[in-house]
């Protein structure tokens, strides 16, 4: 199904304030910079933010953190972000660290259908702390629910106008397992190119999951 | 040599060849420049990618290729993307032969602890917890005081990273290998006294009549 790429600003309207928003990136590679502007130019507030970390302060979603765009930080790391640490220690901001495996895994789970996953990550840790620990052939595993959110924001190497998409290099990471995961799907990426351009095999995002493209800078 | 380089330089003799390996950020990943002569590893950086390379000259980074910590590096010919929770699947799966972790404090169980000082620094775990709970062998390289301060100790005072105890430490002074009976003191640097070790430990180890110097790789 073809659709019309929207504005990065039309984007940033069709995330509410208190939207719970899961984000590509590993230290702002592969995150979805015009979407993150926009959001930072309507001013919004109480987001729930669900990715692998917090960047750097003016990079990613540490512009988000800088904006004060964001109420929870659900992320494995924050230690590039000072902004993320100093709100945190103020009580501006609640962080709560999941190990990266698992939370790939736990979107991974929320977005196939599936009502948790058993991983040995974090046994014996304060990542423990009330959760169930279930034996399975013998050897232990903690039980970590799925995770879904309102809104996912890509960032992709190309898309096109069925909403499909292609990634490069590193700046994969979280893009494909998130585009499962939430209830409304929106892209942008570096190129849009007619239909039929991307080979069928080089498509890592079937379009089907995705709601709404961003137009490609001008 | 610093001590950074002596560790980085012991480690790298725990490479074995057609192997994948993780390095952590930091001191860990000095130990790329010292694989020995002949021997053929694969370097995986849990951002994506598999088979990486040193950093490429100033004016062709490509901003889709860096490692876990944001830098710059270059990809090898035969080298492979994928997503984070495909990453994942190869640290906790048991495809990941060695992973090399810097530390905050081990103790005499061998359990690490290297991801938050509650109150001061609370960076997160990233990928560290996977990696201690799924890669074959855990290979701590870290110094063996901070601040005046042992780092080897009887019982972790900070937040474990995993319960299960990490496979060898690598330190300025030692190397320690984690045994049910407690910490072996395996190697001593060159020009460290067995009972030099001793004092710098505050952990009890058990010393072999003799404990041979380390050898480091070229």
């Known amino acids: 199904m073809q659709r019309r790429a929207i504005t990065a600003a039309q984007a940033a309207a069709r995330i509410p304030d208190g939207a719970s928003v899961m984000f590509g990136g590993f230290m702002a590679v592969g995150s979805p910079e015009r979407i993150i502007d926009a959001l930072v130019a309507r001013g919004a507030r109480g987001l729930t933010i669900i990715g692998n970390d917090t960047a750097r302060p003016g990079l990613g979603v540490g512009k ?22 100093r709100k945190m220690m103020a009580g501006e901001l609640e962080v709560e660290l999941v190990p990266q495996g698992t939370l790939a895994e736990r979107i991974r789970a929320g977005g196939a259908g599936l009502g948790g996953v058993l991983t040995p990550t974090g046994l014996g840790t304060v990542v423990q702390d009330g959760k169930r620990v279930i034996e399975v052939q013998g050897r232990p595993f903690l039980l970590e629910e799925p995770i879904t959110a309102d809104v996912a924001i890509i960032h992709a190497h190309e898309a096109d106008y069925n909403g499909n998409l292609t990634y490069r290099l590193t700046a994969m990471n979280f893009n494909p397992v998130i585009a499962l995961a939430a209830r409304c799907v929106i892209a942008e990426a570096n190129e849009i190119v007619p239909v039929g351009v991307i080979p069928p095999d080089h498509v890592r995002t079937p379009g089907i999951l995705v709601h709404h493209l961003v137009e490609r800078p001008r | ?16 060849d057609n192997t994948l390996v993780n390095l952590g950020i930091g001191l860990p990943t000095l130990v790329a420049r010292y694989v020995p002569a002949g021997l053929t590893v694969a370097f995986q950086s849990e951002n994506g990618i598999i088979g990486f390379g040193a950093p490429p000259p100033e004016g062709m980074e490509d901003p889709n290729l860096t490692d876990a910590g944001g830098g710059f590096i270059s990809a090898l010919p035969g080298a492979v993307s994928f997503d984070s929770a495909f990453s994942f699947m190869l640290i906790r799966g048991g495809h990941l032969d060695m992973t090399v972790l810097g530390g905050l404090q081990v103790d005499a ?37 901070a601040r005046g301060e042992s780092k080897i100790v009887q019982e972790l005072t900070l937040p474990a990273t995993a319960a299960r105890p990490v496979t060898l430490v690598v330190t300025d002074l030692a190397v320690l290998e984690p045994t049910p ?19 710098a430990t505050a952990a009890e180890l058990i010393v072999p009549n003799a404990v041979p110097e380390m050898s480091l790789a070229a």
């Open chain 1, 64 to 85: 988000l953190i800088d904006a004060g765009c964001v109420a929870k930080a659900m992320v494995s790391h924050i230690g590039t972000n000072p902004v993320t640490q």
């Open chain 2, 1 to 16: 040599m610093d001590a950074k380089e002596l560790i980085a330089r012991r480690v790298a003799l725990e490479l074995r």
């Open chain 2, 109 to 145: 169980q061998g359990r690490l602890a290297n991801w938050m000082v509650p109150g001061k620094l609370v960076p997160g775990m990233g990928g560290a917890m996977d990696l201690v709970a799924g890669a074959r062998r855990v290979i701590v390289a870290m110094q063996h005081l």
């Open chain 2, 181 to 199: 009976g407690g910490l072996l003191l395996r190697e001593r640097a060159p020009g460290v006294t067995v009972a030099a070790v001793i004092a």
